[in-house]
């Protein structure tokens, strides 16, 4: 549908027009250095079709979007056997919460809270020999960008004042759920969300997600169909925190967020939706990245609904 192109352009232009609310993430000190105003979007459909807006094609950090691919990347090699180690349940809690760990035994209550994705890296660290090479290459393979990469400089800010991933990982470990090194973990799960990439890029890497597990030229099969649709109930049920209700009733699209301001959406078979808009609200979500897309999924009428 080439009235893509200029829906999410009259979109963008609307939001430019309107306030933004919400604060930079700032817990993670070299975040705040970013433009709190830069908004751009990308939109890639199943037919090979993509389209831009605004600062579409600038990187930003990913931060917990790379958890759906840490996820991706363990479920493709262990199965069902990954659910002995974290559930799929929304927690209704805040992403880096240490709160419900003790009651329910080290076992995460799904795998995009900071918890579940330190217990995905430590089962990485298994499954692979060189987890952060991997990553890297799905994502240089997806994208044909060779220059994507970890940023050191995030990471080592992340690493510095990660305070509650600190206790996280302690506390996992301590309950039996962590098997490496507990700092070894943490590093691994802090570099993987450092990576930087943009608008573009995103849509096209979660192209995964509305294309049955694969990339559009076959080249890179990540998941089978029947893990596919698990990974988009997952992101449906679990990928905004305690605001994933709220995102399924406006938005009506798998998705997943990251304190980087960046949202990326799905339509299985149709299309993946990347937005960046740096000031988060007050759940750690981009506040102009839901506002564009609960618009886009009202006026163009397509959500999973
Ligand atoms: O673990 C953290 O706190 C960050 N590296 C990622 C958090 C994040 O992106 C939460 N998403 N909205």
Known sequence: ?????KIIEHIHDDLLRRKSYGEVASYIPELAHV?????GVSLATVNGDYFGVGDWQDQFSIQSIVKVLLLSMAYTKLGGQLWQRV????SGTPFNSLGTLEHDKGIPRNPFSNAGALVISDILLDLYDDPRQAMLDLLK???GDK??????IIAASEKAHGYRNVALVNFLKSLGNINNDEEVVFNLYLDCCSISMNCLQLARTFMLFANHGQTLDGKTHLLNPSQTKRM???MLTC???????????KVGLPGKSGVGGGIVAVLPQHFSVAVWSPRLNEKGNSYRGLKFLEQFTTETEQSIF
Not at 87 to 90: H, L, R, S
């Open 35 to 39: 433009d709190a105003e830069k908004l």
């Open 1 to 5: 549908m080439s009235d893509y192109q």
């Open 239 to 249: 990928g905004f925190y305690d605001e994933a209700g709220d995102f399924a009733y």
């Open 147 to 152: 220059s994507i990469g970890f940023d050191p």
């Open 232 to 234: 988009n109930a997952i």
């Open 141 to 143: 393979n997806i994208t």
């Open 87 to 90: 559930g799929v349940e929304p």
